[in-house]
């Protein structure tokens, strides 16, 4: 049987499985500048599993971050269909795309995306009064917290922090209402070497200890590394 034939197989099986969390199928996003049109995505099929840790490798314009966008809900695609834990986004409205966002995807962004005036306990906080939960921490996050490494940095402002602790506020951030998917865009892009390897083996132990489908993006093998499966674009394709 062809590696083709074998392939096709593999993704009628999964998408129809209970297990599949992300299903994309058909995917293209086509913008306009001007009168040139530019093919960020090009027919993009992807399954991901629950629980799965996979990383999408590209270089910078291969369509990784518009992926992301189209994933996360920040964006719609041209063409084609996302499912995301067992809804169409092509069916969704704003506001049904916006609860989405608050309940079942997770963002982790390279920048960090901190509020400056804001602690780092009250930048978190803060998502869990956006989404309607108590802002009390439990105790199992807590225990994240300690996983992380920044139970003591909770009352600090983000300049009082290292790259490394804003990169992991804002894991802890982006984890806080348990959603099902945590998105990582770039998540070791502003960091150094030591740092990089702390918050890849954090998101790497989050994915093996709460089971969270976890999709990064990154333009580095080395990161690439710490998830369980790598899927490769180039050119608004998956190769």
């Known amino acids: 049987m062809s590696d083709a034939v074998m392939g096709a197989e593999h993704i009628s099986a999964v998408s129809t499985g209970a297990s599949t969390m992300i299903r994309v199928r058909g995917l293209t996003k086509v913008y306009h ?49 996302v499912v995301i834990d067992g809804k169409d986004l092509g069916g969704m409205t704003n506001q049904q795309r916006t609860e989405l966002r608050k309940s079942t995807v997770g963002f982790v962004f390279q920048k960090y995306n901190l509020l400056p005036t804001l602690s780092a306990e009250d930048n978190i906080k803060i998502v869990e009064y956006i989404g309607g939960r108590s802002t009390d921490f439990t105790p199992e996050f807590q225990d994240v917290l300690k996983l992380l490494g920044i139970t003591d940095r909770m009352k600090h402002k983000p300049r009082a922090l290292s790259g490394g602790q804003q990169q992991r506020v804002a894991i802890a951030r982006g ?33 093996e200890r709460t089971g969270q489908t976890i999709l990064m993006i990154t333009h580095d093998p080395e990161a690439a590394s710490y998830a369980s499966r790598t899927v490769h674009i180039r050119d608004g394709q998956i190769v």
């Open 33 to 81: 500048v001007g009168d040139v049109e530019v093919n960020a995505l090009r027919g993009v099929d992807l399954n991901v599993a629950r629980g799965e840790f996979v990383a999408i490798v590209g270089a910078s314009g291969s369509g990784k971050s518009t992926l992301f966008h189209i994933l996360g809900g920040l964006t719609p695609p041209t063409a084609g269909t």
């Open 175 to 207: 984890i806080v209402n348990k959603p099902a998917i945590l998105l990582a865009d770039e998540p070791t892009g502003n960091l150094d070497s030591q740092n990089s390897a702390a918050v890849l083996g954090v998101i790497k132990n989050l994915n």
